[in-house]
């Protein structure tokens, strides 16, 4: 069974978190609460936590990327 959030239904464009990822500028950071996540100067989303450090080249991808993030840490 896969877990659920109320943004599933509402949809990404309400979630606090891809509003935050949607309004970064090139060189800006936003932390996440254990999540950065940079837009660099190539136009790529450098997501870091922790233990590992990947690239999206959209917003859906980080968005999605970070929600399996937080999900993992949940449970």
């Known amino acids: 069974m896969e877990q659920t959030h109320i943004y599933d239904y509402l949809g990404a464009i309400e979630d606090p978190i891809f509003n935050k990822i949607s309004n970064l500028e090139v ?3 936003v932390d996440l609460g254990g999540v950065t996540v940079l837009l660099n ?12 450090h ?3 080249r959209s917003k859906k991808q980080v968005y999605e990327g970070v929600s399996k ?3 993992l840490i949940i449970w």
């Open 69 to 71: 993030y937080f999900s």
């Open 54 to 56: 990947d690239c999206f």
């Open 41 to 52: 100067q190539f136009g790529l989303y450098e997501v870091e936590t922790g233990i590992s």
């Open 27 to 29: 060189g800006q950071v």
